[in-house]
């Protein structure tokens, strides 16, 4: 069985701390930053470039016309800057999927890996209090702001995955298990996770 999963996040769930316990259980790689790393490797671009690429879908319109309007050549043809560095992305995910094992956090993994046999998708949410909460204790985010950050980054997150993928993120369709955080632990999440992955039919 081969252990590949993809974690999507709402900002404060708790979803990356959830992908690195479950990577040590299992024994598997975790990649989160490490995709950034690789993708510079692979597109020359930046690292600030490409950590910034998601946040930059805070407005989706301006998003979306900056990617209609700013070509530039590369990846055998013209494409905006935004599709260059989702591509980047892609590259890497899809190299790591075909290649072997790990728990991938973000940047549109389950739709990337989506015809890959044997992947297991993932969303963790929770209620937008606990997750402020969340991201205060754990995250160390400044209490007088973290409330408008956690809103600006999930709405990034939705028009960054809605964008480039055609689908919508949170979609219940497309993922395998979803949690929600607010009512268990990370390592209880963890647990429900391995045991679902060790329990599931694969297709």
């Not at 979306?64 to 494409?79: I, M, Q």
């Amino acid at each position: 069985m081969k252990k590949l999963i993809t974690i999507s996040r709402e900002y404060g769930s708790g979803g990356r701390i959830i992908g690195k316990l479950l990577a040590e259980k299992l024994n598997v790689p975790f990649y989160d930053r490490e995709i950034i790393d690789l993708s510079v490797e692979e597109s020359g671009f930046s690292k600030e470039v490409i950590e910034g690429a998601e946040l930059k879908a805070k407005s989706g319109f301006a998003y979306n016309l900056s990617t209609a309007l700013n070509f530039n050549e590369g990846f055998g043809g013209a494409l905006s800057v935004n599709d260059k560095l989702f591509l980047a992305q892609f590259e890497v995910i899809r190299k790591i999927g075909e290649a072997g094992e790990g728990v991938m956090v973000g940047r549109c993994a389950d739709y990337v890996l989506r015809e890959l046999p044997g992947v297991t998708n993932v969303f963790i949410h929770a209620e937008l209090e606990d997750r402020i909460k969340r991201a205060v204790e754990k995250y160390g985010e400044n209490p007088d702001k973290v409330a408008q950050k956690v809103k600006d980054y999930d709405k990034a997150r939705k028009n960054y995955y809605d964008y480039h993928t055609g689908l919508k993120w949170g979609e219940y369709s497309n993922y395998n298990l979803s949690l929600n955080t607010s009512y268990i632990t990370e390592e209880m999440a963890c647990e429900l996770i391995a045991t679902y992955i060790e329990s599931r039919t694969y297709k």
